[in-house]
């Protein structure tokens, strides 16, 4: 009996074929990824403008913090604020002596 070699040798063939086909579409692609990659990342105009960005950002905050700080360390300071403060002190504790009399 003879055995059917022949078939396997062109089913052989044929994957390959589509093997090699799929390979070279895969590095096309990957090609074509790695270039947009770099010309988006790799450019110092990108960079620099990034960078500027995070700088001004922080500095935004910073001022914030620095602004928001100030005002409510002024309004601690301020002579009305803490008569304000002492008022409301000076009534709960009477309230807390009234509640102990009973």
Request: aromatic share 2%; no cysteine.
């Amino acid at each position: 009996m003879k055995t059917g070699t022949r078939k396997y040798s062109k089913d052989g063939a044929l994957l390959s074929n589509v093997a090699e086909s799929i390979g070279a579409a895969l590095g096309t692609i990957a090609a074509k990824a790695n270039a947009a990659h770099k010309a988006l990342t790799q450019s110092s105009v990108v960079h620099s403008v990034e960078r500027e960005g995070k700088k001004f950002a922080r500095k935004g905050k910073r001022f914030a913090r620095k602004s928001g700080n100030a005002v409510a360390a002024k309004s601690r300071r301020s002579k009305l604020a803490k008569a304000g403060r002492r008022g409301v002190r000076r009534a709960a504790s009477s309230v807390k002596r009234a509640a102990r009399r009973r």
